[in-house]
């Protein structure tokens, strides 16, 4: 029972430590330069092995990583797959575990790139803002429904307007739509906007006009609108997890669990000396 706490100190220790977790995130930077190295054949001829050396160093220290974490949660391991991040962090794990030579091949390669993405779980800023981008992606259902409600009301009328004389860009509603993508995008939206003005330079401008402020400057700031709504509530959640997870650290805690163990002791030793006052009275 001794060593086990003892064990369980020292990991959650090491765990909580800011060096072990600016350690953590050089790793994950240093296998992100890897991953782009080793896409250069030039490279991998001239240093094949020394990069399998590397790889197995990286993929050791989030091994490390991981049992330390789970040790830390001991007596209750299993909580460690009780956070998405956790899931996440080992999945990638087990993906590089598999055979390098095997037909899991070009999913061990997948995988290495993906470890790029534990910077996620290790920052907590990104962690709010992937948080707020998922959050945000019922509402954004909406605006994306509304902006592709105007993409064809313009293709429509796009057509009806200019095929005539840009049939090139206008000609059906799927070249109409392409367009209208293209000037949206403001991707050199002035060829197309004088493309269609051949026939009324009037019509051309209050159409192109109009299209592009509604979608540029409306659309993407209700996109930005809803993000910035979504990363204020999740930062209220943070908080709420914050003061939770700092609830359940100190219930995980080495300091904890010898606490208890004297609240333990301080009890079994009053019903002792219970007992030993009903055996002997007279002492």
Same mark, same amino acid.
């Given at each position: 029972?001794?060593?086990?706490?003892?064990?369980? %100190?020292?990991?959650?220790?090491?765990?909580?430590?800011?060096?072990?977790?600016?350690?953590?995130?050089?790793?994950?930077?240093?296998?992100?330069?890897?991953?782009?190295?080793?896409?250069?054949?030039?490279?991998?001829?001239?240093?094949?092995?020394?990069?399998?050396?590397?790889?197995?160093?990286?993929?050791?220290?989030?091994?490390?990583?991981?049992?330390?974490?789970?040790?830390?949660?001991?007596?209750?391991?299993?909580?460690?797959?009780?956070?998405?991040?956790?899931?996440?962090?080992?999945?990638?794990?087990?993906?590089?575990?598999?055979?390098?030579?095997?037909?899991?091949?070009?999913?061990? %390669?997948?995988? %290495?790139?993906?470890?790029?993405? %534990?910077?996620?779980?290790?920052?907590?800023?990104?962690?709010?803002?992937?948080?707020?981008?998922?959050?945000?992606?019922?509402?954004?259902?909406?605006?994306?429904?509304?902006?592709?409600?105007?993409?064809?009301?313009?293709?429509?009328?796009?057509?009806?307007?200019f095929r005539s004389h840009d049939p090139a860009h206008f000609g059906n509603l799927?070249l109409a739509f392409l367009t209208l993508f293209q000037t949206i995008t403001l991707d050199d939206w002035k060829f197309l906007f004088t493309s269609?003005?051949?026939?009324?330079?009037?019509?051309?401008?209050?159409?192109?006009?109009?299209?592009?402020?509604?979608?540029?400057?409306?659309?993407?700031?209700?996109?930005?609108?809803?993000?910035?709504?979504?990363?204020?509530?999740?930062?209220?959640?943070?908080?709420?997890?914050?003061?939770?997870?700092?609830?359940?650290?100190?219930?995980?805690?080495?300091?904890?669990?010898?606490?208890?163990?004297?609240?333990?002791?301080?009890?079994?030793?009053?019903?002792?000396?219970?007992?030993?006052?009903?055996?002997?009275?007279?002492?």
């Open positions: 029972m001794f060593l086990l706490y003892s064990t369980k %100190r020292i990991a959650f220790g090491v765990v909580h430590a800011s060096w072990f977790q600016r350690l953590v995130i050089a790793t994950i930077l240093f296998a992100g330069v890897l991953a782009g190295v080793e896409t250069d054949p030039t490279a991998i001829a001239a240093h094949g092995p020394l990069f399998k050396r590397l790889d197995a160093i990286v993929l050791g220290v989030f091994i490390i990583e991981a049992i330390l974490k789970i040790t830390a949660l001991a007596p209750r391991p299993l909580d460690y797959f009780r956070d998405g991040w956790n899931v996440f962090d080992f999945l990638i794990i087990v993906v590089c575990l598999l055979p390098v030579d095997s037909q899991f091949a070009v999913v061990l %390669r997948l995988g %290495r790139t993906l470890r790029l993405l %534990r910077l996620v779980s290790a920052l907590p800023k990104l962690q709010l803002l992937v948080g707020a981008l998922i959050k945000s992606f019922s509402s954004m259902g909406y605006v994306g429904l509304l902006l592709g409600l105007m993409f064809y009301i313009y293709a429509i009328t796009g057509v009806h307007l799927s269609a003005s051949n026939s009324s330079p009037v019509i051309a401008a209050i159409y192109f006009v109009s299209f592009i402020l509604l979608g540029t400057m409306i659309m993407l700031n209700l996109f930005i609108g809803i993000i910035m709504n979504s990363m204020a509530e999740m930062h209220t959640e943070l908080d709420d997890l914050k003061k939770t997870k700092q609830h359940d650290d100190e219930k995980n805690s080495p300091l904890a669990d010898i606490t208890a163990l004297e609240e333990q002791l301080t009890t079994v030793k009053s019903q002792l000396q219970s007992l030993r006052k009903k055996l002997h009275p007279d002492c």
